[in-house]
């Protein structure tokens, strides 16, 4: 059975794991990419997740499928592996055809990556890509970059995919300098999930499933220290899941320190340690006392903790606080919405009207993009670009009526 299958997952080799067009975005696992596929909601939606980061700091990114009127709809392609595809064409098997295929973000690199690759996997699948994709360092049109052009049409302004039970909604679009933010969420009526791709995260104490299938990358990050070995145990892992979560949340957080070069290669190139899965015992990190504290501000300790991510705050939305209220305001007026499935981090975490609500009055109330402690680089980062003429001080003037 079909959903006795995806549940068990499989234990492919790497043969089935390999994606051959990572150089073009070369992120960790690499050629390697290993998948976790989840059932969501019975018979209705699942989760397929990758890891994707940079040195070992990695996240799960989600395609989510979702049983459609006739058959399926994929929203934000991942690398069509062998592994995929087998799990993908199982459950084709039960529910009809792959249908179509969404990429619902303008900004998301590591989403619209594979969308080439996932549209050559299933010709007769439609393609519905968000409005004004680009590409850097030059603006390509979307056959040049391995789209299509005969079967993708835009949100929105072509039409929306199976509004027999699904209700679009865009947050932006917003204008970054170096191309557009813009992403188009989506209701699942029947089953009330809105499927977002970054604009909102859920972060839990327990690290992603799809770890269990390598730890590696958590364990690298719980030691303090080059020549510490590799261990494993359920602490360790939440412990090196805390840091992960740490790094991708504000790049460089202010309880870490980057030790001198000398400090690093004292301790690397120990016995035992001298091989790439420990980089060589290279570690050039060092936590600083009462880092877990600036974890537990991110991470849930009864489920996943609903946020927008920092990068997404500092980065996006510092001076456009208001794109995401509005955006709120919509969502609060969906009826029966209950989760949120995220292309990020916790695959399922419950989004109601009364998470709506809070969300919004804690958005409205606290302080907004901040400029100090974890968030400094951030900041930093920003000041920069906006110093630069690079990122506009308005951000909503060009797409105002
Ligand atoms: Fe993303």
Redesign the pocket.
Known sequence: MTNQYDLKNNNFGIAEQLWNWWPLLPLYPYGRRRTFVKEIIPKKIWSFEQLQGLYYVAVP?RLTVVKVEGGLMLV?PLPPTKELLHSLNALEKVYGPVLSIVLP?AS????KIALPAMARSFPEATLWVCPGQWSFPFGLPLSWLGIPSNRTKLLIEDGVPHSESCTWISLGPLDIGLGRFQEISCFHRPTGALLV??SLIGIEAEPPELFSKDPTPLLFHARDRGDQPLLDSPELRRRGWARVVLFSSFLRPECLDIPPLLDVLKYAFRPGLINSKAHFGLFPFSWKKGWEKSAEELIGRKGPLLQIAPVLERLVFPRAKEAILDWLDELSRLKGMRMMVS??YSRKVPFGSGQVKRLKNSISKRPWAISSGNWSFLNGLDSTLLRGGIVPKDPLETFRD
């Open positions: 990114v934000n973000t998301g690199l590591e989403h791709t970054d292309a990020h």
